[in-house]
């Protein structure tokens, strides 16, 4: 096989050409780019697990309001969904 870079006699079954290091394959897979969904999904989990964690903080001392726990569950869903959908497009 001859390098389509160099020009350097190389072996068939040669990942790169050993002269000048260039691939002899093309990738089978590319890069995606992050998408925005993702890193808004990506942010809101954070986001939930911090406030979990006060949470849990606060229920060992006290008790903690229904509806932080509602919010924190609804947030928990849309984090969920922006995932699905960010891995439904690709």
Do not use: Y
């Not at 990942?15 to 942010?43: K, W």
């Not at 911090?50 to 928990?76: C, E, N, Q, Y």
């Amino acid at each position: 096989m001859i390098c389509k870079t160099c020009g350097t006699e190389i072996a068939d079954k040669a990942l790169i050409c050993f002269r000048c290091g260039a691939s002899t394959f093309e990738p089978t897979r590319r890069h995606l780019p992050r998408r925005r969904a993702s890193l808004l999904s990506s942010v809101l989990a954070l986001v939930v697990l911090v406030v979990a964690a006060l949470l849990m903080a606060r229920a060992a001392v006290g008790a903690v309001p229904r509806t932080i726990g509602v919010v924190l569950l609804v947030l928990a869903v849309i984090a969920l969904a922006l995932q699905l959908l960010a891995r439904r497009r690709r």
